[in-house]
Structure formats: structure tokens, C-alpha cells
């Protein structure tokens, strides 16, 4: 088969929805040697160094958008797959929508420019129901994708996104002094966060139940890593009301390797989101042996299952109550890091593109 992907994510980011496209592109070649794969790309932003291993089965093809679907049809595509919520292009058996979730819709006072997030929803919902298969990473993801969009759940198939083997425990000798140092942290132990700082994270709730915490501030700081996204100055003003100035320490976007390293000698992770389609870094952080606290709501029950203790994420007393029983009581942090390491590896990216691939199967042989 000829296989499109849409690998702009690729180009615009690695994390999110860049990070899926990459993983799934970058297991797919080793899992398909008999397949041909054609990504295409409407940006000229940087070159990806996975690509000098994926060898001549791939090509990488530039368009403009307005001109993407004449492009794959011109490849003579058999399968189109659509990694970001939108349909450019098309194959002559059928074609496959990734949907990661329905933010827009299901919170839709937490979206960035509403009238443009109303048009990207009307967008989604149209492409939906053109594909010839919907791919969701979780069961709570496709039951919304039916609710909202009307998309009869046979044809949306549940695929989980996998942790990367890029995150495993690091226990290196000085290691976490070395890390407090280079982030200039003012204390050697710390909770910590990661993921873009924006309202759907629902930081100032976890910045408020911290400064509850006046024991624990003794001992720890709160880290929060990642991208300053839009409504920042909302996390600021959370620190200055709760008195934390100084105390809660944002480094901005960071690599991989650092993350892993931020996870391991991490004391807790807190996830306190208030809606994700699956939700990664818990995952990645189990994997990295940190226990975990995270939202009982939208689709981290089933991700996290019993490896987490689930709250309320809008409830500042339940998260500061979480945080004290798992910092106060090493048994409990124990029993959560092993329950966490063994979650953490029931998700690979290759289990994940090996059911990508039984997808484009299907939709080839219709």
C-alpha cells in the first residue's frame, strides 16, 4: 500500500499531537517494511533526524495547503491519514481522522478565540464523518466523539498512545543535586508538573492547594515545566496571591532529556487537568518512577487506573490532602511508584502503530 500521513505536527512541535505523529511515523517504517509512505508537509520549518533512518520507502513531500488534496491524489494514495483533526488530502480506498479530544466542545470557556475554535470544531466534525475511520486514544475520547459529533461509534476505533522508551528511572550519583543546581531550585526536593501552562491545566488550583501546604513548603518546592501558554499571567498572579514567590519555579519548554530527568528525582507529579483525550506525562512519569496524583474526571480513570490517586481538580483541598498523605507517608509513595512502573509499561508507540496499521489494512482491503 501507499500510505499519506499528514506529518505537519512533526514540523510545528514535539509535544502533543507532534509527539504522537512522530512516534507513530517512526514505528510504522520499522513495523512495515513491505509498505510505501508518503508524509506530507505545507511549512518549511526544520528537518526531522529520524528521518535519515527511514530509508527510501518514505518520502517527505511539501504543498500548500489549498493544494494538498490534488497532491495525494496525484501519488495515487491508497490510504490518507489525517493526524490532526482535518482531512487535506485523500486516498482512493479510504482515509483516516485522528481526534485527540473535543476541548473545544466540551470546555468550550477554556478555548482561545472562541469564533475560531467554533469554526475548528464545524471543521472536525465534518471531516469525522468523511473518514473511513475515526482514531481516538482512549474510550472516553470516542464516546465523546459520538455524544458531540454524531459519528456512529463502529467506525472509531480506540488506539492508546504509548510512553516512549526514552523514559525509564534515572538514579545517577549526585544526580539530583546536580538538577536542583542547574534549575536553580531552593530546595533539593520538589512536586512537579509538566505540560503547557495554559487554563486547561488548572494550575492556580494546584498553586493554591501547595501554599495550603506550609509543612511541606519547608521541604519542597513546586516545579512547573513547560510552555508558557496563553492566560499566563493567570499562573503568576495564582504565585503572588498564594505567597509562593520564589517558591515555584517554571524553566519553560524543555528537551526530553531533561524531562526524564525532572520526573525521576521528583518526590510526587501532579497532573491536575481539568479535560485531556488521554493525557501522557503521568504515563511518562510512572515510567520515570515518580508517584503520581491526577484529575477522577474525562479520561485519566482509565489511563491511570488504579496506579494514581484520582481527585477532584477543582478541589484545592482534596489536591493539598493528596499531596500531604503521598509526602508524608512513604509506604503509600512506594506502593504508587511500583503500581505506577508497572501501568506505565502496558503503553507502547509500537503497540500503538502496530493497530494503526491493521486500520490502514482494513480501510485498503475494503
Known amino acids: 500500500m501507499r500510505i499519506g500521513i499528514d506529518a505537519d505536527p512533526i514540523v510545528v512541535g514535539r ?29 518549511l520549518g526544520r528537518q526531522w533526524t529520524e528521518a535519515a533512518g527511514w530509508g527510501g520507502r518514505v518520502r517527505v513531500v511539501w504543498a500548500p495547503k489549498p493544494l494538498v488534496a490534488a497532491r495525494t491524489r496525484l501519488d495515487r494514495l491508497d490510504v490518507y491519514h489525517g493526524t490532526n483533526y482535518r482531512l487535506r488530502g485523500a486516498g482512493r480506498c479510504g482515509t483516516v481522522l485522528s481526534i485527540h479530544d473535543l476541548a473545544i466542545e466540551r470546555m468550550p470557556g477554556l478555548a482561545r478565540h472562541g469564533w475560531i475554535a467554533r469554526l475548528a470544531s464545524e471543521k472536525t466534525r465534518r471531516a469525522a464523518h468523511r473518514a473511513t ?13 459520538v455524544e458531540v459529533m454524531g459519528v456512529p461509534r463502529e467506525k472509531i476505533k480506540v488506539i492508546n498512545y504509548g510512553v516512549g522508551e526514552e523514559y525509564y528511572p534515572e538514579r545517577a550519583a549526585g544526580g539530583r543535586g546536580a538538577l536542583c543546581r542547574r534549575y ?23 498553586i493554591t492547594a501547595f501554599g495550603r501546604l506550609s509543612r511541606i513548603r519547608r521541604s ?11 492566560r499566563g499571567q493567570e499562573i503568576y498572579d495564582a504565585v503572588a496571591r498564594s505567597g509562593l514567590v520564589g517558591e515555584v519555579i517554571m524553566p519553560g519548554y524543555l528537551p526530553t ?6 520526573y525521576s528525582y521528583a518526590d510526587l507529579f501532579v497532573y ?4 485531556e483525550g488521554f493525557g501522557l506525562p503521568p504515563l511518562e512519569a510512572m515510567a520515570c518512577g515518580a508517584p503520581v496524583i491526577t484529575s477522577n474526571s474525562s479520561s485519566f480513570p482509565e489511563v491511570v487506573g488504579d496506579a494514581a490517586l484520582q481527585i ?5 483541598d482534596a489536591l493539598a490532602d493528596a499531596v500531604k498523605a503521598v ?38 482491503n475494503a
Open 220 to 230: 519542597h518546592c513546586l516545579v512547573l515545566a513547560g510552555a508558557l501558554g496563553w
Open 133 to 145: 475511520f475515526v482514531v481516538v486514544g482512549s474510550e472516553h475520547t470516542a464516546q465523546d466523539v
Open 272 to 275: 491536575p487537568s481539568l479535560y
Open 184 to 206: 536553580a531550585l531552593p530546595r533539593e526536593r520538589y512536586v512537579l508538573f509538566v505540560g503547557t501552562l495554559e487554563p486547561r491545566k488548572n494550575l492556580p488550583t494546584l
Open 15 to 43: 509535544a502533543g499531537v507532534g509527539r504522537y505523529t512522530i512516534e507513530l511515523v517512526s514505528h510504522l517504517v520499522r513495523l512495515a517494511p513491505e509498505e510505501e509512505f508518503v508524509l506530507y508537509r505545507t511549512g
Open 312 to 316: 477532584d481538580p477543582q478541589d484545592p
Open 327 to 364: 509526602l508524608e507517608d512513604e509506604s503509600l509513595a512506594a506502593a504508587l511508584r511500583a503500581r505506577g512502573f508497572d501501568r506505565a509499561k502496558r503503553f507502547s508507540w509500537e503497540r500503538a502503530a502496530r493497530e494503526t496499521l491493521e486500520v490502514y489494512r482494513k480501510v485498503g
Open 257 to 262: 532529556d531533561e524531562l526524564r530527568s525532572l
